[in-house]
C-alpha cells in the first residue's frame, strides 16, 4: 500500500477501515537466494537495497523477536556525518545522504529532521580539535560551522555557561545532523522491501549455520531449516553468537549502552547538544520527551537494562551542563546490548566461510549508518566485492594495525571505547 | 552490582575498574602474532557465564577474576587474579 495525502484523507472520512498491514507475514520457503539473518535497520535495510539496487529479491529476513525489537528501536536516534578518519567520513556522508532521500525513496513518514546537532566544547584544545574535526567534515563535502561562545548562546540559551569546572567555550555547529523516529525507520525499510518481494519473517531464530566444505548451504532454525548459498549475518549485540555458529571468531565485545527519556514538556531542546566533558547528551522528541544518554556500563553484558552507577553519571553530567533538567521527571531508561569493536569502528566484510558475509560492530553508534550499512552490504553480497566507501571496513585490519579508525585516539583495545 | 573482593569483602561495582575477559591472564610466547592478535582482540563473549578480570581500584587494588552471568548479572564467584594466574 502506498502512502499519501489523499489516502490519509480519504481513510479518515471512512472510519480508517482500509489500512492493510504493512508488510506480509509468510511462512518461510525451504529456498531462497539470500538469507539475512536478523531484522534490525541493518538488515531490512540490506535485503531492501539487494533487490533495489542489484535486482535481487527471492530474499528472506529472518528475525527472532519482532521487527523493531531490537537497538534500531532503543537507540538515541541521532543522525550526523561528523566523523574525522579516512574510512568513517566517506561511509557517514554517503549516509546522511541516503537519509535526505528517505522518506521518498520508502515512502514512509521516518520524521527524519534535521535540526541539527552542536558538540560543545569547554577547553581550548578541544577548540582546535573540534576545529580540525570541521575542516575535516567540509573537506569531505559535509556542513561544520565552528561556533564561538555567544554563538552557542544564540542557539542554547538554556545551558550552564559558567560551570565553574566546564565554562561552555563554544561549539561545533553541523546543521544537516538530527534525528529521526527510529521504528519507523525500521516499519519503513521492512514496508519497501515487502514491497519489492523480500520475505520478513518474524519469530525465527536462527540456531544453527549449515557450512560444507567451507561453503555455506543454509540455516538452522526454529521454523525450520532454509536453504540459501548466501547469507548476510546482520545482527548487532549477538554477532558473536550466530558467528560462532559457523566457527568464525568475531573481534566483539557486547556491552549495555542506556538511555533516558523525560516527561512530555513545552519545546526546549531544539538540536542535539553534547556535552563535552562527562558524556552526555540530549534532544527533544517530538513527543515533548528530552531523551539523552551518555557512556557505556563499561563491563560486558547482555541483559538489556541498565545499571545504576552510569545513570547517576549520567544526570550528573545532564545537570552540570542544563540545570533546568532537575525540574524534568524521567519517565523510562532502558539499555541495548552494543557490538563494541577494538577500534570503535564496525565491519562490514567476507569471513572465511564462502557465500558469508557479516555487518557488525556498529557499537553505539549504527542507527545512522542504517541506510548506507544497507546498502554497502547488499553491494557486498551481490558483487563478492566492498563498495568504495566501506572498502576500509575489514576484518584483517586488527590482525595486521594497518587501518584501524579510532575516532577517539584512545587506542585499539576492547573497553577503551 | 556488587562484588565480593576475597580481601575487602562486598563492595559496590564503583570501586571497581572491568578491563575484560579473564584471557588477559593467558598472554601468547613473544612473537607468536596470530597468538597476539586473538589475545588483544578476539573474544568469545558468551551470552551466559563468563570470566572477567577487574581491579579493586578503590579498594585493595587486587586484580580479581570475576565469574558471572552476563545476562543476568550474577556473580558466582571472585578470585584473586593471583590465584587463578598460579
Ligand atoms: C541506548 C542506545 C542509544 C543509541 N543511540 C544511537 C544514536 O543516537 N545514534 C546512532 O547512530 N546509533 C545509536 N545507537 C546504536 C544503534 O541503535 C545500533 O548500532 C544499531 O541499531 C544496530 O543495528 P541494527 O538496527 O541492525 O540492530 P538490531 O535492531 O539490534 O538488530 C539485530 C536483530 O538481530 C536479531 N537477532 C539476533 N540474533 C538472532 C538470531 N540468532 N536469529 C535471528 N535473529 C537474530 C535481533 O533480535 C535483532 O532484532 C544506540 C543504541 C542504544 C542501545
Ligand atoms: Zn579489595
Not at chain 1, 566483539?252 to 531542546?269: C, D, Y
Not at chain 1, 517530538?286 to 552507577?309: H, M, T
Not at chain 2, 563468563?50 to 581500584?57: A, F, P, Q
Request: net charge negative; aromatic share 10%; charged share 20%.
Amino acid at each position: 500500500m502506498g502512502y499519501n495525502a489523499f489516502q490519509v484523507l480519504k481513510e479518515g472520512l471512512t472510519g480508517n477501515k482500509g489500512w492493510r498491514p504493512v508488510w506480509r507475514d509468510p511462512e518461510p520457503k525451504s529456498d531462497y537466494d539470500v538469507i539475512i539473518i536478523g531484522g534490525g535497520g541493518h538488515g531490512l535495510a540490506t535485503a531492501y537495497y539487494l533487490a533495489k539496487n542489484h535486482g535481487i529479491t527471492n530474499i528472506a529476513v529472518l528475525e527472532r523477536g519482532y521487527i523493531g525489537g531490537g537497538n534500531v528501536g532503543r537507540n538515541t536516534t541521532i543522525v550526523r556525518a561528523n566523523y574525522f578518519l579516512p574510512g568513517n567520513s566517506e561511509f557517514y556522508s554517503h549516509s546522511l545522504k541516503l537519509w535526505e532521500n528517505m522518506e521518498q525513496e520508502l515512502n514512509f513518514n521516518t520524521m527524519h529532521s534535521a535540526r541539527g546537532l552542536i558538540n560543545l566544547f569547554h577547553t581550548d584544545g578541544q577548540r582546535d580539535a573540534f576545529a580540525r574535526r570541521g575542516n575535516m567534515m567540509c573537506n569531505q563535502g559535509d556542513d561544520a560551522i565552528l561556533l564561538d561562545r555567544d554563538g552557542v548562546r544564540k542557539h542554547l540559551p538554556y545551558l550552564d555557561f559558567d560551570n565553574h569546572r566546564f565554562p561552555v567555550y563554544g561549539g561545533l555547529y553541523h546543521p544537516r545532523g538530527g534525528t529521526a523516529r527510529h521504528d519507523a525507520v525500521a516499519w519503513g525499510y521492512a514496508h519497501a522491501a515487502d514491497r519489492l518481494g523480500v520475505d520478513l519473517i518474524q519469530q525465527c531464530e536462527v540456531t544453527g549455520i549449515d557450512v560444507r566444505d567451507g561453503k555455506v548451504q543454509g540455516v538452522e532454525t526454529t521454523r525450520g531449516a532454509i536453504r540459501a548459498n548466501r547469507v548476510g549475518i546482520v545482527v548487532a549485540g549477538r554477532s558473536s553468537q550466530v558467528a560462532a555458529m559457523a566457527g568464525v571468531d568475531v573481534p566483539i565485545e557486547s556491552h549495555i549502552l542506556q538511555a533516558f527519556v523525560t516527561e512530555g514538556l513545552k519545546p526546549t531542546v531544539d538540536h542535539v547538544v553534547s556535552f563535552g566533558m562527562g558524556h552526555f547528551y540530549l534532544s527533544q522528541s517530538d513527543k515533548g520527551g528530552l531523551v539523552f544518554g551518555g557512556d557505556l556500563d563499561f563491563y560486558a553484558s547482555y541483559a538489556q537494562r541498565g545499571n545504576l552507577p552510569m545513570m547517576e553519571h549520567v544526570m550528573e553530567a545532564g545537570m552540570s551542563l542544563v540545570p533546568a533538567l532537575g525540574k524534568a521527571k524521567v519517565l523510562r531508561s532502558w539499555g541495548g546490548i552494543m557490538d563494541m569493536t577494538p577500534d570503535g569502528s564496525f565491519i562490514i566484510d567476507r569471513t572465511k566461510v564462502d557465500g558469508l558475509y557479516m555487518d557488525c560492530g556498529w557499537c553505539y553508534g549504527g542507527f545512522k549508518a542504517v541506510p548506507a550499512s544497507g546498502w554497502c552490504m547488499a553491494h557486498l553480497m551481490a558483487e563478492d566485492a566492498p563498495h568504495e566507501v566501506a572498502k576500509k571496513h575489514t576484518f584483517d585490519r586488527f590482525r595486521t594495525g594497518h587501518g584501524l579508525m579510532d575516532e577517539e585516539g584512545t587506542g585499539s583495545q576492547h573497553n577503551l571505547h | 552490582m556488587r562484588i565480593n573482593c576475597p580481601i575487602c569483602g562486598d563492595r559496590d561495582r564503583r570501586e571497581f575498574y572491568y578491563l575484560g575477559a579473564a584471557d588477559y591472564l593467558n598472554r601468547p610466547a613473544e612473537g607468536d602474532l596470530d597468538g597476539i592478535h586473538k589475545y588483544l582482540h578476539i573474544r568469545e563473549n558468551p551470552a551466559g557465564v563468563t570470566k572477567d578480570l577487574w581491579h579493586h581500584e578503590s579498594g585493595c587494588s587486587s586484580w580479581l577474576v570475576v565469574e558471572r552471568n552476563a545476562t543476568t548479572h550474577e556473580i558466582h564467584s571472585v578470585t584473586l587474579a593471583s590465584e587463578v594466574a598460579k
